[in-house]
């Protein structure tokens, strides 16, 4: 018997010889004040090159020093605020307090995580948590992002039903590797990436199209957002829960990817939860549930679905992720739940994001370039279109001759250049901004932005500086051809 006494002992840390001499380990700090200016030149030197150019281009080549909540600060102690929330992932805003804690704790805690043959707590807990909110749901696998999320429910779909074909909706926005590829709706993405999956498209809210595809009896599932990131889209009344019908009668199943919609973003944990009766057979969240440090996809299933896909103990690796649900990303997701639920965050949502679009929408009749303000809770898209102004429409079709989607992009960047805020268009080649806040912002912001939002749309209107940097895109667009 072994005893105390006689247990093997850890030994103190033997030092590498290939490791650092005393007194030069690794300093971030130093290093970011030494190198930090350069950000811009090791960018185009040896990652997407043509990245600084775009910023340079429009004018958003800006150096942020630091960021909390739903601002971010310049060298000169300028606040800009954020209405992107890097495009959905700052869903708490930049560097939320309890999501800082969470972190520090667990890596404080030195856990023995990733030894991929035990099971630790945090992704079981984490789990738990999100099946609270989806509770016609069983499972949950842990990847890594939002497009591995749809990865893992294309793969689950296919296996489950044994088919091989998966349909999505037209503008449709999934992720960028390849499975998620084969179901996105935009070709600019798809094109010179073929052979993808089989695939086919069909219109939001097109219920005899769905039918159609269904009855040639190949249809694994239907992947949906229920309301689509690109131009903000939002699936017709009915059309969730019909749709569902539909495919569960052909054995097929639904989707809802929730990587932007979900976790308060629209009001409601999840965006499908609008429409009563809805309940997907997958559900892939991302994005927020990172807390913005720790990237982290979450797959929720039906338990059928999930033993059917790991059926016995040789398939027990058949999908699985060499990073998925690592200490730090579960701690961050966890981190993240508590601060919805205790601080009442998604009914904070859809009380700003009426109010901001109730606001924004009451400009449509004073401004002939406004068309639309649609959305739910703190997704909303702002859409433009042709004024019936002689004048205007001049300059509107030389614009959209160059390239549509000019006209969004003139008004994004005063927004940043003179007001401080922070925007971008929701698709290539369209005139819609799309509004992704933190989910964390109040009356407050939501004055600025409509102060600035209706200062630069003046400005438009009268004929002044947004139509001169409209020139300098047009001769940018003509270049690029």
Not at 421 to 438: A, F, N, R, Y
């Amino acid at each position: 018997m072994t005893t105390a006494e006689s247990a093997p002992q850890p030994s103190a840390p033997v030092p590498s010889p290939s490791g650092p001499a005393p007194g030069a380990e690794f300093d971030l700090g130093a290093l970011l004040a030494e190198r930090g200016a350069e950000r811009y030149e090791l960018h185009a030197r040896h990652l997407n090159h043509q990245l600084p150019r775009m910023l340079h281009t429009i004018g958003f080549d800006k150096v942020y020093e630091r960021a909390e909540g739903a601002y971010f600060w310049d060298a000169d102690g300028n606040d800009y605020l954020d209405m992107l929330a890097g495009f959905g992932v700052m869903g708490l805003g930049r560097h939320h307090p309890v999501v800082r804690k969470a972190l520090h704790d667990v890596l404080d805690a030195s856990l023995a995580d990733l030894t991929r043959f035990d099971c630790q707590p945090l992704p079981g807990l984490l789990a738990e948590r999100l099946l609270v909110h989806s509770p016609h749901l069983d499972r949950v696998f842990f990847g890594n992002s939002g497009t591995e999320a749809v990865e893992t429910a294309l793969k689950f779909a296919r296996y489950a039903t044994g088919r091989p074909r998966v349909l999505y909706c037209a503008h449709a926005f999934h992720g960028l590797t390849t499975g998620s590829l084969s179901v996105n709706g935009e070709s600019g993405f798809r094109d010179g990436f073929a052979p993808l999956l089989p695939d086919t498209a069909v219109p939001l809210g097109d219920l005899d199209a769905l039918a159609r595809e269904l009855r040639r009896g190949d249809v694994a599932a239907l992947i949906v957002e229920p309301i689509q990131g690109k131009g903000v889209h939002e699936a017709p009344p009915g059309y969730l829960r019909a749709a569902q019908e539909l495919l569960h009668r052909h054995k097929a199943l639904l989707i809802a990817d929730e990587v932007q919609t979900g976790l308060g973003r629209t009001g409601d944990f999840y965006a499908y939860q609008h429409e009563e009766g809805v309940e997907p057979d997958l559900v892939c969240v991302a994005k927020a549930l990172s807390g913005g440090y720790v990237p982290v996809g979450a797959t929720l299933g039906r338990d059928w679905i999930f033993k059917k896909v790991y059926s016995s103990m040789d398939r027990v690796l058949v999908h699985s992720a060499s990073f998925g649900a690592n200490a730090q990303a579960v701690a961050a997701g966890l981190a993240v739940l508590s601060v919805l639920e205790r601080e009442q965050v998604v009914a904070g949502a859809r009380a700003t994001g009426d109010l901001l679009r109730t606001r924004l929408a009451a400009l449509v009749d004073k401004y002939e370039l406004l068309a639309d303000v649609r959305g739910r809770g703190l997704m909303i898209g702002i859409e433009f279109g042709r004024p019936s102004s002689l004048r205007l429409r001049t300059r509107w079709s030389m614009l959209q001759a160059a390239r549509k989607g000019l006209f969004a992009q003139m008004v994004v960047v005063p927004l940043l250049q003179r007001h401080r805020i922070l925007t971008q268009v929701s698709g290539d080649h369209l005139e819609v901004i799309k509004l992704i806040p933190p989910l964390i912002i109040g009356e407050r912001e939501v004055d600025r932005f409509v102060a600035a939002f209706e200062s630069v749309m003046d400005d438009a209107h009268d004929g002044g500086l947004v139509w001169e940097f409209g020139r300098t895109l047009v001769k940018q667009a003509v270049v690029n051809r």
